[in-house]
């Protein structure tokens, strides 16, 4: 088990530029998450999904969007960067209990 | 919405010691109330949790201690290792539930030889 797999591990853009964050769990989780981690904030929700198909926004979702593609994967898109997105990104998932989350390893994202 | 806060920013203890971390919360769902450890380029993992049927969950040298008529809830560890060393956060499940927790900002805990 590979548990909740992201790609990049790191990225740098350019302002304006768009790119797409890859999440994967090969737990046969329902839900996954996309955070961001900065200084001194926490980990701030952007988007979730509860199932397969289903997405919803979470406290910070301005400047992105997300797929479910299938039950494994989840992707976060940023459509056109911006600095204030520079960033730690964390993909999570959960089974049955929503509050016991596994997080990926992370992807660090610079917008300069 | 749904606001956790934590204290305190940053902890120094010395091994051996007790390291207390403390967390309030608005407004909750649900009674759970989870802690995660998060270790330097890594993800967050789960550490502890307490349902609160009871007011306290000790797993090992962690304990956690919840107060629901003060909305407060706190993380103890004792004897104090350098391996301990790490961010903590604790969070709570959103008002509304709907499957989502809000995380509170960190404590960076450091436990110095």
């Known amino acids: 088990n590979a548990g909740v797999t992201q790609t990049p591990k790191f990225q740098v853009l350019k302002t304006g530029q768009s790119m797409t964050l890859q999440c994967a769990q090969d737990?046969?989780?329902?839900?996954m998450y996309w955070y961001r981690q900065d200084p001194g904030m926490g980990l701030r929700l952007i988007y979730y999904?509860?199932?397969?198909?289903?997405?919803d926004k979470g406290e910070v979702p301005n400047g992105y969007n997300v797929s479910r593609l299938n039950k494994r994967e989840f992707s976060l898109r940023l459509e056109s960067a911006a600095p204030s997105q520079t960033s730690v990104y964390f993909c999570?998932?959960?089974?049955?209990?929503?509050?016991?989350?596994?997080f990926g390893p992370g992807t660090r994202l610079t917008v300069t | 919405q749904q606001q956790v806060k934590q204290s305190p920013q940053s902890l120094i203890v010395q091994k051996g010691g007790i390291s207390i971390i403390n967390c309030a919360y608005e407004?909750?769902?649900?009674?759970?109330f989870p802690w995660y450890q998060q270790f330097p380029g890594k993800g967050p993992a789960l550490l502890i949790a307490?349902?609160?049927?009871?007011s306290e969950k000790k797993e090992g040298r962690f304990t956690i201690s919840f107060n629901k008529s003060a909305k407060q809830f706190s993380l103890h560890i004792m004897d104090s290792q350098p391996g301990d060393s790490a961010t903590y956060f604790c969070?709570?499940?959103?008002?509304?539930?709907?499957?989502?927790?809000?995380f509170g900002t960190g404590t960076r805990l450091t436990i110095i030889p």
């Open positions: 999570a998932s959960s089974v049955t209990d929503p509050y016991e989350q596994y």
């Open positions: 737990m046969n989780h329902n839900s």
């Open positions: 999904s509860a199932s397969e198909g289903t997405t």
């Open positions: 407004n909750t769902a649900f009674d759970y």
């Open positions: 307490i349902r609160p049927d009871v």
């Open positions: 969070a709570a499940p959103h008002p509304f539930g709907n499957e989502k927790l809000t």
